[in-house]
């Protein structure tokens, strides 16, 4: 299918005018034998533009629902719920140089669908972080630099409803059809304040962080926000009612915080903790009509909770190393790299936790020596000169 919306969707979504040139069209790949273009074009690309779009504000397990791909002024839609076979579209894409925006997401989600790794990769969302943009989102930045206004509905649309609407084709059009004209502008403000290597160690960094996929569940991962305020039994209670939750979603394939939200589930466990019954736990809370067709199995796991030995719960990881608490020498010292840190990102105008985030300045206090090691080769260039480490 070919869908033509040149200019009426543009004027639609857009509701500006602009001088970049428009969108002649896109391709969407939803039936049998319709990738070979799109794979030809791969094929013959120096590099490849792309996108995806995802139903993880809907769905328990994550899954891809639309790539979105610009080739030689063509856009490429590849429903990725449709019957298409995808297997030759990724070792096509692993030989070529990726253009993305904000692609952490997209490198995990594709890494755990097949293991695929990007060759090499021009994120215009770390781009902007470089240059010190305060407006960083593509919406922003497509605004920013062609004074065109997107409409951002498809932000947060379920994306794994189907058929998918003209309004949402043309969004995710759109997604890819500007970032080769911006990386340009952010590449030659980039090359002009000589901060082309620190992207290119930035991209090198997110490839690489990318196939570590997303973390695995964790048995600890109950313990959220304040539980460590909480007493053995409200503990328990909290064990039983976040696995509650996290079987409903799967049940319902639903994000779990659509089942009930975290402070829900801490207000239950810190009624168990008081002393509550389980009826006083259930009465403890607003549940509302959202939670009354689960109200009998929330009880039980209530009940469950209550019940449970304390001593079975599971324990707390040891800890390594880096998670020892800092010594008073230490922290005087983090503070003062800290104090260093800001200065020098004020200095270049970036956001200071660019240069070094809080978890990266406690290791570099606790072992200065190992500074290359925490850093990129960038990020420890700025700070090796910094006077609380050279005092």
Not at 234 to 251: E, N, T
Request: with cysteine.
């Amino acid at each position: 299918m070919i869908s033509r919306f040149l200019p009426h969707p543009v004027r639609r979504l857009l509701g500006v005018k602009t001088q970049h040139p428009r969108i002649s069209g896109f391709r969407l790949v939803d039936q049998p034998g319709q990738i070979q273009p799109l794979l030809g074009a791969i094929e013959r690309a120096g590099e490849v533009v792309m996108d995806t779009e995802a139903d993880n504000m809907y769905r328990f397990r994550v899954r891809i629902c639309l790539l979105q791909f610009y080739l030689d002024r063509e856009v490429y839609l590849v429903d990725a719920l449709a019957p298409v076979n995808l297997d030759p579209l990724w070792p096509l894409l692993a030989r070529k140089h990726l253009v993305m925006h904000g692609s952490d997401f997209d490198l995990r989600l594709l890494y755990d669908l097949c293991r695929f790794k990007a060759k090499s990769l021009f994120d215009t969302m770390l781009a902007a972080q470089l240059l010190g943009r305060s407006r960083i989102g593509l919406a922003s930045l497509i605004e920013e630099n062609f004074g065109v206004k997107l409409d951002k509905d498809g932000q947060k649309a379920n994306w794994s409803k189907r058929p998918l609407t003209q309004k949402l084709l043309d969004y995710a059009a759109l997604d890819v059809w500007y970032l080769p004209a911006l990386r340009d502008i952010l590449k030659g403000e980039l090359k002009r304040l000589g901060r082309l290597e620190w992207m290119e160690q930035q991209c090198r960094a997110q490839i690489e962080s990318g196939t570590t996929g997303f973390a695995p569940p964790d048995p600890n991962d109950w313990r959220i926000g304040k539980s460590e305020r909480l007493r053995p039994r409200g503990l328990c209670a909290l064990h039983a009612v976040w696995h509650w939750r996290q079987d409903q979603a799967l049940r319902l394939d639903t994000p779990p915080f659509k089942v009930c939200s975290n402070e829900l589930l801490l207000r239950l466990a810190s009624a168990a903790d008081a002393g509550a019954s389980e009826e006083e736990v259930l009465s403890s809370v607003n549940l509302g009509k959202r939670h009354s067709r689960l109200i009998g199995s929330l009880g039980a796991a209530v009940r469950s909770g209550i019940e449970h030995d304390p001593r079975t719960l599971p324990r707390r990881p040891g800890r390594d190393r880096s998670q020892v608490p800092l010594t008073q020498a230490e922290i005087e010292l983090l503070d003062r790299i800290k104090e260093d840190r800001d200065k020098i990102a004020s200095k270049i105008s970036i956001e200071p936790t660019l240069i070094a985030n809080r978890s990266q300045l406690s290791l570099i206090a606790r072992e200065p020596g190992k500074l290359g090691e925490i850093l990129l080769p960038w990020q420890a260039s700025l700070l090796s000169g910094a006077p609380s480490l050279n005092a």
